[in-house]
């Protein structure tokens, strides 16, 4: 085969199913009988040359996709550490968030407590002060706990190892 593209018209003077059925065997796409009308043949010329088109367009648009499919996995390998780290973020984000705001909470509570006036004395509210204070060094600690993790996770390399699905089966 020169080009496996190119539409082939098989003409013969012997039309005989066997001999159609080689020209097919053999790579020929339409089969014709001498003489050939030469409006079937026109219109045979024609089917072919639109069909060798199309074939050529699909292999090149196949290639195409290839191509692209080939760079997209390359790109998807080179950039998957950070796609992990940018999930691993939106995670510390998150969980971040609940200790942040018992921070909050508790300090503004720990102002009240301070700006508000003492009745019955200073004991109840130093308590609670303290409470307060514990509270917020505990949600401080867990942040920090979150934190540290998330960095000491980023520094680390992440790997896969390919597997063979069918191998495992």
């Known amino acids: 085969k020169i080009d496996s593209v190119v539409g082939v018209i098989m003409l013969t003077g ?37 069909a060798s088109r199309h074939r050529r367009m699909y292999l ?7 191509a692209m499919e080939k760079n997209l ?23 971040l968030v609940n200790p942040l705001s018992i921070v909050v909470g508790y300090a503004s509570l720990l102002s009240s407590e301070i700006r508000a006036p003492r009745v019955g004395g200073g004991v109840t509210s130093t308590v609670h002060a303290a409470e307060y204070v514990d509270t917020i060094c505990r ?31």
């Open 14 to 50: 012997y039309g005989t199913l066997q001999t159609a059925q080689q020209a097919m065997i053999f790579g020929a796409n339409q089969y014709l009988r001498k003489p050939p009308d030469v409006f079937e043949l026109a219109e045979a010329v024609r089917n072919q040359a639109r």
């Open 73 to 95: 996995k390359q790109e998807v390998e080179e950039n998957l550490s950070r796609v992990w780290q940018g999930k691993a973020a939106a995670e510390l984000v998150h969980d």
């Open 139 to 169: 949600a401080a600690d867990y942040c920090r706990y979150l934190a540290e993790n998330w960095r000491r996770m980023a520094k680390a390399s992440v790997s896969f190892d390919k597997i063979d699905l069918v191998e495992l089966l």
């Open 60 to 66: 090149e648009a196949l290639a195409s996709a290839q």
